[in-house]
């Protein structure tokens, strides 16, 4: 496994899945489509309104922008899907569609993790 990001993690569990980089909602109507259960989204500013049709359907979330006080959090806490927010990724498009895995690491921190 490779560390690939870190962030502020909504709930203390661990999710694995396949990764995809979301940047419109014609991708969040593929992902519907193709089956969104067990997946990871990477999101830049995405909502839960954005994620809407996809939710409850995800293993996890992670967001390059938020806090632990931002909507998508609240909900994705209300969902109990992990959510990794304000997470600092260099190159988004390079993760998509590989297999990820989000851990707690320490009190409210997370980590993303690339399998190789």
Same mark, same amino acid.
């Given at each position: 496994m490779k560390e690939v990001a870190r962030g502020l993690i909504s709930l203390k569990l661990s999710? %694995?899945? !396949?990764?995809r980089y979301i940047t419109t909602m014609? !991708?969040? $109507?593929?992902?519907?489509? !193709?089956?969104?259960?067990?997946?990871i989204v990477l999101v830049n500013d995405g909502g839960t309104t954005f994620l809407a049709p996809i939710l409850s359907k995800l293993a996890g979330v992670v967001c390059?922008?938020?806090?632990?006080g931002s909507h998508l959090a609240i909900v994705t806490? %209300?969902?109990e899907i992990?959510?990794?927010?304000?997470t600092k990724i260099e190159n988004? !498009?390079?993760?998509d569609r590989k297999h990820v $895995?989000?851990?707690p690491d320490q009190e409210i921190e997370g980590v993303l993790f690339v399998t190789e």
């Open positions: 999710a %694995e899945g !396949e990764l014609q !991708e969040v $109507i593929q992902l519907l489509k !193709e089956g969104a259960d067990g997946k390059i922008t938020g806090a632990l806490r %209300e969902f992990p959510a990794l927010m304000g988004p !498009e390079s993760l $895995i989000i851990k």
